[in-house]
Nanobody, 118 residues
Framework: QVQLVESGGGLVQAGGSLRLSCAFS????????MGWYRQAPGKQRDLVAS???????NYADSVQGRFRISRDNAKNTVDLQMNSLKPEDTAVYYC????????????WGQGTQVTVSS
């Protein structure tokens, strides 16, 4: 079974930067679309950014131009560089792995808290 472990969350002032990392443990990292989602208290979990093995990316409109997702297929890691952080970015951020091989399968990390103060 795939396991995902996030790191890098913390407290940062508005306008600051933070880099989240996700370590993927399991086989065939290359067949997974990797993504970062976030969930604020009382709200749904929403996609922040995703990246395919080939490097194609997708971003939520709210983070476009501020966040950048990347992956290292040799190290089985995916990162989220967050710049120009805003208080509304405050949430628990989750790493996600999704594959369409043999049906659709999703895996989630435990989440890491990001708090942006004004």
């Amino acid at each position: 079974q795939v396991q995902l472990v996030e790191s890098g969350g913390g407290l940062v002032q508005a306008g600051g930067s933070l880099r989240l990392s996700c370590a993927f443990s399991g086989s065939r990292f290359s067949i997974y679309v990797m993504g970062w989602y976030r969930q604020a208290p009382g709200k749904q979990r929403d996609l922040v950014a995703s990246i395919t093995s080939g490097g194609s990316t997708n971003y939520a409109d709210s983070v476009q131009g501020r966040f950048r997702i990347s992956r290292d297929n040799a190290k089985n890691t995916v990162d989220l560089q967050m710049n120009s952080l805003k208080p509304e970015d405050t949430a628990v951020y989750y790493c996600n792995a999704r594959t369409y091989y043999f049906g659709t399968t999703n895996y989630w990390g435990q989440g890491t808290q990001v708090t942006v103060s004004s």
